[in-house]
Each structure stands twice: as C-alpha cells, then as structure tokens.
C-alpha cells in the first residue's frame, strides 16, 4: 500500500499544467488562475489624504493645545484643496486629499467650530497625524500578484483597486465527470417518485460537480453509465475527446461489477492504487489515449464520503497543479481531543471532527465510508496516523474543511 504522500508525489510528477491563457475582465475572474504576475503603476494611495473627519493644520500652529484658526476651505473627498497658509484650518474628510502647507489632521471630536469662520483645536498634533501616506499601501511598480495566484474576492479587489480592468488567466480546465452503478437514481427521476428496491441516490455527482464548480473547471458531465465493460469504454472515449480530466465514481475496486480497471487499461494507462488511507483505499489514476495526446482519468471510490476525502486530498492538489497554481499541504492545527478512539486503523485515517464551546473537538460518532452526515456535521478532518490511538486530552492534528475547500 502507498501512503498518501506518495500517491500524490506520483500525481503532482505526472501532471502537465495546462499552459493555454486568456484574458478576462476583472469583473469575471474569480476562481482563475494569474499566468502573469501583476504589478501596480500607481501608487496607492495615490497622494496624502486624510483618515479622519475634522481640520488639516499646520501641526506647529496648534502646538499650544488651544490654538484658534481661521476656516479658509473645505475638502470634501475627491477634490482638492489649495494650499493652507499658516493661521488657517482647511475643514477636510475622511480620504480627501491634504492640502499643500498641511502636515497633521485634527479629528473633528477635537475641535470646536464657531459662528465667525474660525474654529477652535483642543489638541496638539504630532506632525503626520492621521494622515495617510502616498503609497503606504502600495508603491508604484511593485508587484501586488504573483503568477499562479488563483483568484479569491480580495486578490480582485486589488486588482482593481490599481486599476486592472482585465487580467491574464490560465484557461479553464475541462473536466468531464462520470458515474459508475446500476444502483444510480438520479433525485427527482425515481419511476412513481419511489426508489426502486437496491436503488440509491447518485449524491456523488452533486458533491464531486459542486467541488469542480468552486475550483473553476468546465465540467462536462456524461451521467450514470451502467455495470458494463462496454459502457464503460464508450464513455470513456466520450469523455477523453475535448477534456483535459476525467473524473469518475464506483467501480474502482476489483470486483466482477467493477468495470473501471479493464476499462482504463484498455482505453489507455492505469494506475491502482491501495493507498493506506481510510476512508478511500482503492484509488485508480492513469490516461486515457486521444487524439493529440491523452487526457488524464482520476476514478474515485463509489462511497460517499470516500469519494469527498479522495477528491480532497488528491483530486484538489492534483487539479491546482494542472492550473498552475501553487499546491500546498493543508495546513492542520494542534487541537485537543474531546473523546476517546481507542481501535485506531492500520491505515491513516481521515476522522470527521467538530470544533465544540471548549475549544476542544468532538468526533462523529459513525465513522463509515457511506455515512455523508458526518461531512455535513463536521468542520473538518482529523489527520491521525496509522494505529494512533487516541485518549481524551489528546492533542491531535486537525485540518479545518477551510484548509480543503478554497
Ligand atoms: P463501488 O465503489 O462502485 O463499489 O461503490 C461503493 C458504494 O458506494 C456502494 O454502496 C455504492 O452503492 C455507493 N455509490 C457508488 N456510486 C455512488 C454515487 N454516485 N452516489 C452515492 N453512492 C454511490
Ligand atoms: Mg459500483
């Protein structure tokens, strides 16, 4: 059996970044991936403005703590002043810019305006107060995203926050989806509205689709395909034609119902691996032959939440490294455990874990491959290594669903 570091080593080896791009307005990139590392041209902010609502002054004017000022302008934000002679106060707000002459601002709290166009400031500001710099955030010419960051709300709020209305992204991954069981009922297509006895609901396609979705991928989905050797094949050719990645579910283990091994191997390349992880042990990767190359096929277990731990922890890297993008281990945190796991796996196991009042982490009590309420239920996975027991008090390494899903 392979551990999961070497699984995913032989994944991330074997990947070929996709290295088509495009560019799109800023508006519509979230999820992409940058091709280009992105510098600013201006300045941010782009001159001295003020933080606060109240006066620009000449800090030593106001040295006394009592000084009386003439009002000789009033900045709103967005237009500019002139500049401030000594003597004068120029009313200003939060983010217009200061005016020449000024170096301190005075927060209105701190002042008193009189009927006569003066104004009296109870405070002796230290030169530079509240005031914010020209280019304390950002200097001109430096780079704000580096190439292969994947785009989230606040790496597009930068973006535009310098001025790029449109940015260069690595195309989108084509991934075609299928999945493997004459058991499969699509929700809302049971004949009567009844499940047929040994029916069940296909929930993978929903989950698996729904991970694609949030890791920006152009999903082609072909469906359920029956127990058969030969639909297996002719969706697998189907689906190799225009995608960079296949993805499936069921079928992987070594049964006379599963089809995906002899499938593959016939279609093009396989890999199966028993990898020591629990849930989720059989694991196939390979590539299916097409016409100008291959495209690659990832076959996840048919159990619900095998399926959604296999895709966390080698379907994501794997696709973030097709896109280009950085691919880091997830981070885990120290946390205490709050229950006892006293017959620990030989294999590593993935537990579905919540974070309670006390700081601690309580476990679901079933922990079976099939039992999706624990995904919902959990804020994450427990990493523990093979044959760990675990006693109450325990620290214990903990990866958030967070760490998992961006
Ligand atoms: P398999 O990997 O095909 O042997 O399936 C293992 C278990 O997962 C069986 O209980 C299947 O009924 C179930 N299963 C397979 N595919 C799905 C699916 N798409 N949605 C929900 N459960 C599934
Ligand atoms: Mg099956």
Redesign the pocket.
């Known amino acids: 059996m392979l551990t999961v570091r070497e699984a995913l080593d032989f994944m991330l080896d074997a990947a070929r970044p996709v290295i088509d791009s495009e560019i799109v307005p800023t508006l519509c990139a979230n999820g992409r991936v940058l091709v280009a590392p992105q510098a600013s041209t201006i300045a941010v902010p782009s001159a001295d403005n003020t933080h606060m609502d109240g006066y620009a002054v000449r800090a030593a004017d106001c040295a006394s703590g009592q000084a009386r000022l003439t009002v000789s302008q009033r900045i709103p934000a967005g237009h500019v002043g002139v500049r401030l002679e000594p003597g004068c106060a120029a009313r200003i707000f939060t983010g217009a810019m200061i005016p020449e002459g000024a170096d301190a601002v005075v927060m209105q709290e701190q002042c008193e305006a009189h009927e006569d166009g003066t104004v009296t400031i109870r405070h002796a500001p230290a030169s530079g107060e509240w005031i914010r710099r020209a280019g304390e955030d950002i200097t001109a010419g430096a780079v704000i995203l580096p190439a292969g960051t994947r785009l989230r709300s606040q790496e597009l709020g930068l973006a535009a926050s310098v001025g790029l209305a449109a940015l260069p992204v690595v195309r989108k991954l084509r991934v075609a989806v299928f ?3 004459d ?2 009922t699509m929700p809302g297509e049971a004949p009567g509205g009844q499940l047929a006895p040994g029916a ?6 929903f989950t698996l689709r729904a991970l694609l979705e949030n890791l920006g991928c152009t999903i082609t989905d072909f469906g ?1 395909v029956p ?1 058969t050797l030969e639909a297996t094949r002719t969706t697998l050719r189907s689906a190799a034609r225009d995608n960079d990645l296949i993805i499936t ?5 070594v ?1 006379e ?2 089809h995906i091994k002899p499938a593959v191997e016939a279609e093009g390349r396989l890999n199966m691996w028993q990898i020591a992880v629990k849930p989720g042990k ?1 694991l196939a990767f390979g590539e299916v032959r097409r016409e100008g190359g291959d495209a690659f096929f990832l076959g996840l ?4 939440v ?2 959604f731990i296999t895709f966390l922890l080698f379907v994501r890297p794997f696709i973030l490294r097709l896109q280009g993008a950085p691919v880091q281990p997830p981070r885990g945190f120290a946390m205490r455990a709050d229950f006892d796991w006293s017959r620990p796996d030989r294999r590593n196991e993935f537990l579905r874990a919540r974070i309670n009042a006390e700081g601690g982490l309580d476990l679901f009590p079933n922990q079976s ?2 039992v999706l309420t624990s995904t919902v239920w959990g804020d994450g996975l427990i990493d523990n290594p093979p044959n760990q027991a675990i006693a109450r008090g325990d620290s214990v390494r903990f990866i958030p669903f967070s760490e998992l899903l961006h």
């Open positions: 999945f493997t069981g058991e499969l069940i609901y296909n929930s993978n396609r359920i127990d579910s069921g079928g992987v283990s049964g119902e599963d059989p277990p048919g159990n619900p095998s399926s491959s099939g």
